[in-house]
């Protein structure tokens, strides 16, 4: 606990504006579930591979025996990072990347997830938990909005120095303990968590080694310069100015003395290091996300290319034009330059369907004015072991996205028709060489630049902190959880002593699994921030109740009304508001989910589906800094082109 000034009134800063009631309820379906990508089924996880005595990576090793090895490497700044990032995304020796994801074959789910969650038999725990009636949950989120505004002013209020009420005439001095709160990653579900955070009852310390929030459904978008990074990135001080946030990669969690092992890079001069510190924490949310799933496919980590960060989509920007620079040296025959000129991305669902409508774009509008000779050497194929792309959307949709991929273009003063787009469904990846892509039927495709978008697979830090917690309810659920932290309703991390929350990408709830989105993440961050606010959380696995002295808010009310009980917390319930996909050349997809019914889907295709996705996407970037930018973007593409300068 830390001695606290307890002067301020209001709650944690938030850098977004408030947004009309209609462009709000239009927005919260959006930005999300476009992100992650559909996971496969894969064998049953193995508790073998979180149990490896012999494992040599850092995130298993003793701190003790760690703390007397040697020196740590010095260098440079960008190399020093590199080597954190390395050894902080590498498995251990031997671990099968196949057996984690979501397991859609699971016919036991449900006795395992109720075999997870505590046990009680007492009736308004049982009703507080059941889930919430759809119109009363609606009305629940629509009144969180109206407390929204009201804090909102509050907060507007109290920056005059003028205070009201039981506030007023209050000491500066007057102080109170307060727990220590470290949350782990500067996503979705942190980014939430933040805006929402009580940061006068709670000290929060943020460790990451981002120290910025990215908007990752344009993530695709500037990979190839339609928008460009910093305009979709808002750096996580101006979320919550009054948390303190410390440039560190987490290593390695230790749950008996409540302390986060932490690297950091360290620079004097031209001279950098990489140091070890402890961070101490009173209640820990786990939100490092995940990192790509390989599933375990030769040469995939070796020679593809991500697409989960700033870094991935700088990359891949350099190697488009580094493809097309290449393919214009005199000496390449015809075979060499399709070769060079051929993207593959393998991938179908939100996150390759996108990049590759966005590629697409980049050819069609650039290729004419840069590249006007190389322009029949172009293709873009995309590869999916399923047989359909964008598996969470409906059928009727799925039709249409193939339509706008496979779709002839017309190019150039010439007005040339190509195929620029070629998809090959039902066709796994086996192995990714240097220069070509063996798939499971043994073809092979040439090819110049490969993207895997493939599905997410855990951190190691994850799968630490898994072993962490040990035999019973956490390892038990893994055969759901399959290498993600199982959770109870509250999001609190099973088999722990109720200290521990996980949110986001790294997280399961095995009661009701969730798709792996940023929608999903983020409304588990501002309730898991209104939760810490008004809750006592016990730590003997009892349910969260209510703290006496908290405030009821409107939001509250309905929220007792539709429990039964003001005692109890409710546990996280999501409200799926649809998804969103962009298919190339002005158009979209948009599925909006009125009611939990698939016949209550609104469904939008073309020109109609772009206004929704870019309305969207605008309206739920961070801050008005980042949506005049973003704007400033598109405006800049559409007059003057994409930058195709390399620095």
Same mark, same amino acid.
């Given at each position: 606990?830390?001695?606290?000034?307890?002067?301020?009134?209001?709650?944690?800063?938030?850098?977004?504006?408030?947004?009309?009631?209609?462009?709000?309820?239009?927005?919260?379906?959006?930005?999300?579930?476009?992100?992650?990508?559909?996971?496969?089924?894969?064998?049953?996880?193995?508790?073998?591979?979180?149990?490896?005595?012999?494992?040599?990576?850092?995130?298993?090793?003793?701190?003790?025996?760690?703390?007397?090895?040697?020196?740590?490497?010095?260098?440079?700044?960008?190399?020093?990072?590199?080597?954190?990032?390395?050894?902080?995304?590498?498995?251990?020796?031997?671990?099968?990347?196949?057996?984690?994801?979501?397991?859609?074959?699971?016919?036991?789910?449900?006795?395992?997830?109720?075999?997870?969650?505590?046990?009680?038999?007492?009736?308004?725990?049982?009703?507080?938990?059941?889930?919430?009636?759809?119109?009363?949950?609606?009305?629940?989120?629509?009144?969180?909005?109206?407390?929204?505004?009201?804090?909102?002013?509050?907060?507007?209020?109290? !920056?005059?120095?003028? &205070?009201?009420?039981?506030?007023?005439?209050?000491?500066? $001095?007057? %102080?109170? @303990?307060? /727990?220590? +709160? =470290?949350?782990?990653?500067?996503?979705?579900?942190?980014?939430?968590?933040?805006?929402?955070?009580?940061?006068?009852?709670?000290?929060?310390?943020?460790?990451?080694?981002?120290?910025?929030?990215?908007?990752?459904?344009?993530?695709?978008?500037?990979?190839?310069?339609?928008?460009?990074?910093?305009?979709?990135?808002?750096?996580?001080?101006?979320?919550?100015?009054? !948390?303190?946030?410390? &440039?560190?990669?987490?290593?390695?969690?230790?749950?008996? $003395?409540? %302390?986060? @092992?932490? /690297?950091? +890079? =360290?620079?004097?001069?031209?001279?950098?290091?990489?140091?070890?510190?402890?961070?101490?924490?009173?209640?820990?949310?786990?939100?490092?996300?995940?990192?790509?799933?390989?599933?375990?496919?030769?040469?995939?980590?070796?020679?593809?290319?991500?697409?989960?960060?700033?870094?991935?989509?700088?990359?891949?920007?350099?190697?488009?034009?580094?493809?097309?620079?290449? !393919?214009?040296?005199?000496?390449?025959?015809?075979?060499?330059?399709?070769?060079?000129?051929?993207?593959?991305?393998?991938?179908?669902?939100?996150?390759?369907?996108?990049?590759?409508?966005?590629?697409?774009?980049?050819?069609?509008?650039?290729?004419?004015?840069?590249?006007?000779?190389?322009?029949?050497?172009?293709?873009?194929?995309?590869?999916?072991?399923?047989?359909?792309?964008?598996?969470?959307?409906?059928?009727?949709?799925?039709?249409?996205?193939?339509?706008?991929?496979?779709?002839?273009?017309?190019?150039?003063?010439?007005?040339?028709?190509?195929?620029?787009?070629?998809?090959?469904?039902?066709?796994?990846?086996?192995?990714?060489?240097?220069?070509?892509?063996?798939?499971?039927?043994?073809?092979?495709?040439?090819?110049?630049?490969?993207?895997?978008?493939?599905?997410?697979?855990?951190?190691?830090?994850?799968?630490?902190?898994?072993?962490?917690?040990?035999?019973?309810?956490?390892?038990?659920?893994?055969?759901?959880?399959?290498?993600?932290?199982?959770?109870?309703?509250?999001?609190?991390?099973?088999?722990?002593?109720?200290?521990?929350?996980?949110?986001?990408?790294?997280?399961?709830?095995?009661?009701?699994?969730?798709?792996?989105?940023?929608?999903?993440?983020?409304?588990?961050?501002?309730?898991?921030?209104?939760?810490?606010?008004?809750?006592?959380?016990?730590?003997?696995?009892?349910?969260?109740?209510?703290?006496?002295?908290?405030?009821?808010?409107?939001?509250?009310?309905?929220?007792?009304?539709?429990?039964?009980?003001?005692?109890?917390?409710?546990?996280?319930?999501?409200?799926?508001?649809?998804?969103?996909?962009?298919?190339?050349?002005?158009?979209?997809?948009?599925?909006?989910?009125?009611?939990?019914?698939?016949?209550?889907?609104?469904?939008?295709?073309?020109?109609?589906?772009?206004?929704?996705?870019?309305?969207?996407?605008?309206?739920?970037?961070?801050?008005?800094?980042?949506?005049?930018?973003?704007?400033?973007?598109?405006?800049?593409?559409?007059?003057?082109?994409?930058?195709?300068?390399?620095?």
């Amino acid at each position: 606990m830390t001695p606290r000034n307890d002067s301020r009134a209001g709650r944690g800063a938030r850098s977004s504006t408030v947004l009309p009631l209609l462009v709000v309820a239009a927005v919260g379906f959006s930005a999300s579930a476009f992100v992650g990508t559909p996971r496969r089924g894969r064998p049953a996880f193995r508790a073998a591979l979180l149990q490896n005595p012999t494992d040599p990576e850092p995130f298993f090793a003793d701190p003790e025996a760690s703390a007397s090895a040697s020196a740590p490497p010095t260098g440079k700044e960008r190399d020093l990072r590199s080597i954190i990032e390395e050894r902080n995304s590498a498995l251990p020796a031997g671990t099968d990347e196949g057996s984690f994801g979501l397991n859609e074959d699971t016919p036991d789910a449900e006795a395992a997830a109720a075999a997870a969650l505590v046990d009680s038999s007492d009736r308004m725990i049982a009703r507080a938990t059941k889930v919430r009636p759809y119109p009363l949950f609606v009305l629940e989120k629509a009144a969180e909005f109206v407390d929204e505004v009201s804090a909102g002013v509050g907060r507007a209020v109290s !920056a005059t120095g003028v &205070e009201f009420g039981e506030g007023a005439g209050r000491s500066s $001095a007057q %102080t109170q @303990t307060v /727990e220590k +709160v =470290v949350v782990l990653g500067t996503g979705w579900g942190a980014a939430s968590f933040l805006k929402d955070a009580d940061t006068d009852a709670f000290d929060v310390t943020v460790v990451s080694p981002r120290n910025f929030f990215l908007f990752t459904p344009m993530l695709a978008g500037s990979s190839v310069g339609t928008v460009e990074y910093r305009s979709i990135t808002e750096p996580i001080r101006l979320i919550n100015g009054k !948390a303190r946030y410390l &440039e560190a990669t987490a290593t390695s969690i230790d749950r008996e $003395a409540r %302390t986060v @092992t932490c /690297e950091s +890079v =360290v620079c004097e001069g031209n001279s950098c290091t990489i140091e070890e510190f402890v961070v101490e924490y009173d209640r820990l949310i786990f939100s490092v996300g995940a990192q790509t799933n390989t599933f375990g496919i030769p040469g995939v980590r070796e020679y593809c290319n991500f697409l989960k960060g700033v870094d991935d989509a700088r990359r891949i920007r350099t190697a488009i034009i580094n493809c097309f620079e290449r !393919a214009g040296l005199p000496h390449l025959t015809d075979d060499q330059r399709r070769a060079t000129l051929t993207f593959a991305v393998i991938g179908a669902g939100p996150t390759g369907v996108e990049f590759a409508s966005e590629l697409r774009d980049f050819v069609e509008q650039e290729g004419p004015r840069y590249y006007p000779q190389l322009l029949q050497f172009i293709k873009i194929k995309i590869i999916e072991a399923s047989p359909t792309v964008l598996a969470p959307f409906d059928r009727n949709l799925q039709a249409a996205a193939i339509d706008a991929l496979t779709r002839r273009s017309i190019v150039g003063d010439e007005a040339q028709s190509l195929d620029l787009t070629e998809l090959l469904l039902d066709s796994g990846v086996s192995e990714v060489s240097t220069d070509a892509i063996r798939l499971a039927d043994g073809r092979e495709i040439p090819y110049g630049l490969a993207v895997w978008a493939a599905g997410n697979g855990p951190l190691p830090i994850t799968l630490q902190l898994i072993e962490e917690l040990g035999a019973g309810a956490q390892s038990e659920a893994q055969s759901v959880a399959r290498g993600r932290l199982a959770v109870d309703p509250w999001l609190r991390v099973l088999g722990g002593d109720g200290s521990i929350f996980s949110l986001g990408d790294c997280s399961c709830a095995v009661a009701n699994q969730l798709p792996a989105t940023a929608q999903v993440a983020g409304q588990q961050g501002s309730y898991l921030a209104r939760l810490l606010a008004r809750c006592r959380l016990p730590e003997d696995g009892a349910p969260p109740a209510r703290r006496p002295d908290a405030p009821v808010s409107v939001a509250d009310a309905v929220t007792g009304f539709t429990t039964g009980t003001n005692t109890v917390a409710a546990p996280f319930q999501f409200l799926n508001l649809g998804i969103l996909a962009y298919t190339g050349d002005g158009s979209a997809l948009a599925q909006l989910q009125l009611t939990p019914s698939e016949g209550a889907r609104v469904k939008g295709t073309g020109k109609i589906g772009f206004g929704l996705w870019r309305s969207v996407y605008l309206s739920k970037q961070v801050s008005v800094r980042n949506r005049v930018l973003v704007l400033f973007d598109w405006a800049k593409t559409r007059v003057f082109g994409r930058d195709i300068t390399r620095i």
